[in-house]
């Protein structure tokens, strides 16, 4: 079961539930995959929405590995969701919801 509070959601890929969770060093090779300096660049790549099928590929696969699942991205690319590609990017929104929709109000609360 996942628990939001900690960035984690879950979803059904390839025919079973799944949790995925954007930890540090999945964020870490988001930045490195995406060329971003840092995660507020990161942040607001996610946010122009306009993300490619590979872009949803390597968010997802970054999201079960964080997780621990040992996948590679082209296993993630073979998977299924349910509503196709439309399913794909619920997601992968999902996700980065998860991981940056209280960004803001933490990054005050640690001042």
Do not use: C, H, K
């Not at 079973?16 to 660049?41: I, K, S, Y």
């Not at 996610?46 to 079960?64: K, M, N, Q």
Request: hydrophobic residues 50%; charged residues 25%; aromatic residues 4%.
């Amino acid at each position: 079961m996942s628990n939001r509070y900690r960035g984690e959601i879950e979803a059904e890929l390839g025919g079973r539930r799944r949790t995925l969770v954007l930890t540090l060093g999945a964020l870490a090779e988001l930045e490195a995959a995406f060329g971003a300096a840092d995660l507020v660049a990161l942040a607001e790549r996610f946010g122009s929405g306009r993300l490619s099928a590979r872009d949803l590929v390597r968010i997802i696969g970054a999201g079960l590995r964080g997780a621990g699942e040992p996948i590679s991205d082209d296993e993630v690319a073979a998977m299924t969701a349910q509503r196709g590609a439309a399913g794909f990017v619920r997601i992968a929104a999902e996700l980065i919801a998860a991981t940056f929709e209280d960004a803001d109000v933490n990054a005050g609360a640690a001042r």
